[in-house]
């Protein structure tokens, strides 16, 4: 009964947490809270006289507003990241030096976007449109970039105590069956080797996962993650056959 409920555990637990890789703040829109301002914008922009001062006035003040709101938003997210950053662990030397190369990134985010914020009230109409266009070009050729690979990172990270939890349970699952000194050809024996080297073939696709984002290979790392969860998912359900056919077969 040992062996069934340490598979039962396993299965469980991948079918619980790895199927689908969770979706990333990458790909979420508008997660700053513009309000009412921007369509206070597009309507003020339509006044009849463009230079109407205290049109221009009005714009000003709405422009700032949204440019404070996109600056805390921008450099409040920097933060979340840097703090969800630190929950990855990893003990080499080149792992650790890949994640303070985030960590500085980040901070040159937050550094960037807090001075701007003290910059916004001395600015005019002109700068005022020039900010949000730095903001814009910025988030998009960098910001986002960066923002996606410590995403993939994190959704790969939540995904290593499957793997730690399946070596282990594997482990005990090979010493129970061993017990047993199954001759070579059995059924069980066979579908026990099958299953270990699916679950290899899943945990060295899993760290070459790490080495594409470590070589910014953001992509490719995502998809050997992926790959490596289908391919741990399929070691589990063969150590699940075994536990049938151990049922049937082992007076467990």
Sequence with gaps: M??????SILLGLLLALTINLPATAYAEAGFCDFGTKVDELRKIQTRANPDDSSGIIAELKI???LLKIS??????NAEDLDSQLSL???TTPEGKA???WIHRQIQENIGFYSYKETQIDTLGLKGARDMAKEFAARKLQADDQLEFLIQSILDWNSNQVLFETGAKRFSDIKKTLDAFKLPVNHEIIVLEKEAVAIFQEASSENQNAWKDFA?????AGREKTKS???KLA?????FLEISEVSKKTLPL
């Design 88 to 90: 990855v662990k990893t």
């Design 2 to 7: 040992k062996l069934v409920r340490s598979l």
């Design 234 to 238: 399929k070691a589990y359900t063969v």
């Design 63 to 65: 422009r700032k507003d």
């Design 215 to 219: 070589n910014h290979e953001v992509d």
């Design 71 to 76: 600056g805390g938003c921008l450099r409040k």
């Design 228 to 230: 490596s969860l289908e």
């Design 98 to 100: 890949f994640i303070e």
